[in-house]
Nanobody, 126 residues
């Protein structure tokens, strides 16, 4: 299986927290990046958090200080802890991984990422 499998989404109230998980499927060695995208209805898919093989992380300004991305290499699993959630965080969330990229490139857009899962829905009510 090459497509990642996301889980952990749900419905929370403003200010609540969720932690998303992603079973990555593929094991990539060498230089790579992983990250999380989200897409709300009628909007473009945007990168919100990235991490790379050097352990460097990057966050979109809209989530910086509230979201934390990390990976468990032994489990080949990626996580996204989301705190202080806002209604504007409501979206379908997807995880990705690719070789030969940096954490910053996750924020550049979805074009370089070949494999996408079904996503997990996050809904934040006001």
């Amino acid at each position: 299986q090459v497509q990642p499998v996301e889980s952990g989404g749900g419905s929370v109230e403003t200010g609540g927290s969720l932690t998303l998980s992603c079973a990555l499927g593929r094991v990539i060695y060498g230089v790579y990046c992983m990250g999380w995208f989200r897409q709300a209805p009628g909007q473009e898919r945007e990168g919100v958090a990235g991490i790379d093989s050097d352990g460097a992380t990057r966050y979109a300004d809209s989530v910086n200080g509230r979201f934390t991305v990390w990976r468990d290499s032994a489990k080949n699993t990626l996580y996204l802890e989301m705190n202080s959630l806002k209604p504007e965080d409501s979206a379908m969330y997807y995880c990705v991984q690719e070789r030969g990229c940096s954490s910053r490139m996750v924020l550049d857009g979805p074009g370089r990422f070949r494999y996408w899962g079904q996503g997990t829905q996050v809904t934040v009510s006001s």
